[in-house]
């Protein structure tokens, strides 16, 4: 879903279980597994709990899922209960297994009244393609929700009220600067959190607790490392290089980073000198928050045009060397950086 975009699936879904009545079928998708996770076990608690639970709650794998196993489940009716609540997860709707697949699209339009199924999507992406009869008849019989990342508002929102909750407070500054330096998936925000909140004495939560706390994401690291770059820390820059290789981050990934962030701080100086401030930059780059597109511009103009597009060429460089079976990976990036440096001093 993209930015700007209302979620009407979604908040069809909050309506429907905050008033209990469901329908006959969900197919869950989306990056965002802690809402995902939220609402499934909120149906699971709406749907045939009890002593009876394991006749009316049924969870199904999709990659070994029978036609039999799936026949069985949907015409067994509920137990002591109105409805019988179905998941199977991880079912390839355009590969289903052996069996299934001329079938499955006439199963799911005639789900019976008394039974809600949810087609859960974790570990396998899901990318919705309406030319599938089974999406079609997904669309049909219910609904399919995404669960997109959280726009900045709700996640300071949620942010202040996880904090308040462990007897804590933050101001909403700090929740985007948390938000830019952890990445704004709420699973992992809600672990950073908790382990903030565990490491600070004061009440209030300030950026440098964040700071001494918090563990980076990718993305900001690399934010860290390119503004290292600009500063004439290359010592900086490779210590935050090697941290990231340590990690196990494969160095084609980072390499890809690295350009991704140099091509970002070539767009942004392009948009500076046509005049576009930052909120040209959260539409360019489908941005939740002001923050990282303030950042993003206040980088882009200690840059030169001349550096950013001599740094393109040598990330460019450096990713075909690291997919032409170097031997030695890490030197092909230190050298990325020292290069990069290099360049920085010879423009300016």
């Not at 069809?12 to 597994?33: A, N, P, W």
């Not at 109105?82 to 390839?92: A, Q, S």
């Not at 830019?180 to 209030?204: H, P, W, Y």
């Not at 450096?318 to 001093?345: F, G, I």
Request: overall charge neutral; charged content about 30%; glycine content about 6%.
């Amino acid at each position: 879903m993209k930015k700007g975009e209302k979620n009407t699936a979604y908040d069809k879904l909050r309506q429907d279980v905050d008033q209990g009545s469901l329908e006959k079928l969900y197919l869950f998708y989306g990056e965002e597994s802690y809402l995902k996770e939220h609402y499934r076990d909120r149906i699971f608690s709406l749907i045939g709990g009890g002593a009876f639970a394991q006749f009316n709650q049924v969870v199904l794998d999709g990659d070994s899922l029978t036609l039999d196993d799936l026949v069985d489940s949907v015409e067994s009716l509920p137990v002591m209960s109105e409805k019988k609540l179905i998941l199977i997860r991880d079912l390839n709707l355009s590969r289903p297994p052996a069996g299934l697949r001329e079938q499955l699209p006439e199963i799911l339009e005639n789900l019976p009244d008394t039974l809600c199924m949810i087609l859960y999507f974790d570990a396998l992406e899901y990318k919705p393609d309406k030319r599938l009869k089974t999406w079609q008849a997904a669309l049909k019989a219910g609904q399919a929700v995404e669960f997109a990342k959280a726009p900045q508002g709700e996640l300071t929102a949620w942010i202040k009220r996880r904090f308040a909750a462990l007897g804590k407070e933050i101001d909403s500054g700090e929740c985007e600067y948390l938000t830019f330096v952890c990445g704004s998936l709420m699973t992992n925000l809600q672990s950073e959190i908790d382990k903030i909140a565990a490491g600070t004495m004061e009440k209030r939560i300030d950026r440098q607790a964040i700071d001494q706390l918090a563990s980076r994401a990718l993305e900001a690291q690399i934010y860290q490392l390119t503004d290292y770059i600009s500063k004439g820390d290359t010592v900086a820059a490779i210590r935050t290089l090697r941290d990231l290789l340590a990690l196990k981050f494969e160095p084609v990934v980072l390499a890809g980073s690295i350009g991704k962030q140099v091509q970002k701080l070539y767009a942004a100086k392009l948009a500076q000198q046509a005049g576009l401030g930052e909120s040209a930059l959260m539409e360019l780059f489908h941005m939740r928050s002001s923050y990282p597109a303030k950042l993003l511009r206040q980088a882009a103009g200690k840059r030169s045009l001349p550096w950013l597009r001599r740094a393109l060429l040598l990330c460019d460089q450096a990713d075909k060397e690291l997919k032409s079976n170097t031997p030695d990976d890490a030197r092909v990036l230190e050298l990325l950086l020292l290069r990069m440096a290099a360049e920085k001093e010879r423009v300016s």
